[in-house]
């Protein structure tokens, strides 16, 4: 008769999970925030950079629909997401959302509507240029306006793909 004997390694990674100590998750939350506070002047910086390309992209547009221009638009907004919420600027990243949006529905149509992109572009200027200045119901009637342009166009794409599908 033979014995079956299961073992179990004991890793170092477990032990140490299980013991007391460390920091305690509000430290590491208050040491995260002042980190975070450190790099706010670069992050204002940056997106005061990421406006300023995107309203440079804006303005060499063509006069008709130009999806290569819709695209480099759409890469200078996403890769500007986030920045805003490392500045206490989120609706900042709202906005460049919000033009990802537009700018992909746009795409889906193949419409050109530089007003309602130039409503985005501007924006961006009016949120970077008052960081921290605007009341909070102010942003959100900006925002709240933002959302109805790409609301419009979103209804439009949906519609358009279901009678192509």
């Given at each position: 008769?033979?014995?079956?004997?299961?073992?179990?390694?004991?890793?170092?990674?477990?032990?140490?999970?299980?013991?007391?100590?460390?920091?305690?998750?509000?430290?590491?939350?208050?040491?995260?925030?002042?980190?975070?506070?450190?790099?706010?002047?670069?992050?204002?910086?940056?997106?005061?950079?990421?406006?300023?390309?995107?309203?440079?992209?804006?303005?060499?547009?063509?006069?008709?629909?130009?999806?290569?221009?819709?695209?480099?638009?759409?890469?200078?907004?996403?890769?500007a997401v986030g920045i805003g919420a490392v500045c206490g600027a989120?609706?900042?990243?709202?906005?460049?959302?919000?033009?990802?949006?537009?700018?992909?529905?746009?795409?889906?149509?193949?419409?050109?509507?530089?007003?309602?992109?130039?409503?985005?572009?501007?924006?961006?200027?009016?949120?970077?240029a008052n960081i921290g200045k605007l009341t909070p119901p102010v942003?959100?009637?900006?925002?709240?306006?933002?959302?109805?342009?790409?609301?419009?166009?979103?209804?439009?794409?949906?519609?358009?793909?279901?009678?192509?599908?």
């Amino acid at each position: 008769m033979s014995n079956v004997r299961y073992e179990f390694p004991k890793y170092k990674l477990t032990q140490q999970l299980k013991e007391p100590g460390g920091v305690a998750v509000a430290d590491a939350v208050d040491a995260a925030k002042a980190n975070l506070t450190d790099l706010e002047p670069e992050c204002i910086s940056e997106l005061h950079k990421a406006t300023a390309a995107a309203l440079a992209e804006f303005q060499r547009f063509p006069s008709a629909f130009d999806a290569a221009s819709l695209q480099a638009l759409y890469a200078i907004s996403a890769r500007a997401v986030g920045i805003g919420a490392v500045c206490g600027a989120p609706a900042a990243d709202t906005t460049f959302i919000s033009l990802c949006n537009l700018l992909d529905h746009l795409m889906a149509i193949k419409r050109w509507d530089v007003e309602a992109i130039a409503v985005h572009v501007q924006t961006l200027q009016l949120l970077v240029a008052n960081i921290g200045k605007l009341t909070p119901p102010v942003m959100e009637q900006i925002l709240a306006g933002l959302e109805k342009v790409t609301r419009r166009y979103r209804q439009e794409a949906a519609s358009a793909q279901a009678a192509s599908a």
